[in-house]
């Protein structure tokens, strides 16, 4: 079993800059490809991102390439989504999520765990 804690929302303005964070707890957390998505009300869920578990390479959606950045740190279990160059339609609630599947994970139903979500609100 593995537990996801998210944190790092809030409001900032447009063109501002976030980073949140996720904590897992559990064992293998390197082994993990750990996923970042968001909802927007009325939206389906849509796939952020994800950073392998061995060797940290990253995948990005192409509408937050140049602005968001994914990280890790494996000896602190914890995943980063830094964000730069926020816009309003940034606005969602952002959930981690983990998963043992190795690659361009970008598919929710893929994921295994998930965290409760931190609410991102960008003003214009």
């Known amino acids: 079993q593995v537990q996801l804690v998210e944190s790092g929302g809030g409001l900032v303005q447009a063109g501002g800059s976030l980073r949140l964070s996720c904590v897992a707890s559990?064992?293998?957390?390197?082994?993990?490809?750990m996923g970042w998505f968001r909802q927007a009300p009325g939206k389906e869920r849509e796939f952020v991102g994800a950073i392998r578990g061995s060797d940290g390479v990253t995948y990005s959606a192409n509408y937050v390439k140049g602005r968001f950045t994914i990280s890790r740190d494996n000896a602190k279990n914890t995943v980063y989504l830094q964000m730069n160059s926020l816009k309003p339609e940034d606005t969602a609630v952002y959930y981690c999520?983990?998963?043992?599947?190795?690659?361009?994970?970008?598919?929710?139903?893929?994921?295994?765990?998930w965290g409760q979500g931190t609410q991102v609100t960008v003003s214009s």
């Open positions: 559990g064992r293998a957390f390197s082994s993990y490809t």
């Open positions: 999520a983990a998963t043992p599947k190795y690659g361009p994970v970008a598919v929710p139903t893929d994921y295994d765990y």
